[in-house]
């Protein structure tokens, strides 16, 4: 997955599980994981930058997640992981 951040970055990723709206990720070429969290509808890094992502086709379905024409939206699992 690609994350595209508000300043013009962007960072190429693995998506890692989910809870809530909270999402998770394993930048290539580091150690670390990024925190991303799901705000009045918009996706904020830890460092609260808005961010998008691309990612592959029928991905955030698979997931339990479901996109609108703007968005991206935790599907309501009652705050269970999702692999």
């Known amino acids: ?3 595209k951040y508000a300043s013009g970055m962007v960072q190429e990723g693995l998506l ?3 809870r ?4 998770r990720v394993a930048p290539k070429d580091s150690d670390d994981l990024l925190e991303f969290n799901l705000v009045e509808g918009v996706w904020l890094s830890e460092h ?3 961010v998008t992502f691309d990612l ?3 991905l ?3 997931i339990g997640f479901m996109r609108g024409a703007h968005e991206v939206m935790p599907a309501s699992r009652g705050g ?3 692999n």
């Open 48 to 50: 609260c930058e808005p």
């Open 16 to 18: 890692i599980p989910l």
């Open 56 to 58: 592959t086709p029928g």
């Open 60 to 62: 955030l379905e698979s």
């Open 1 to 3: 997955m690609l994350i």
């Open 20 to 23: 809530g709206s909270s999402l």
């Open 80 to 82: 269970e992981y999702v």
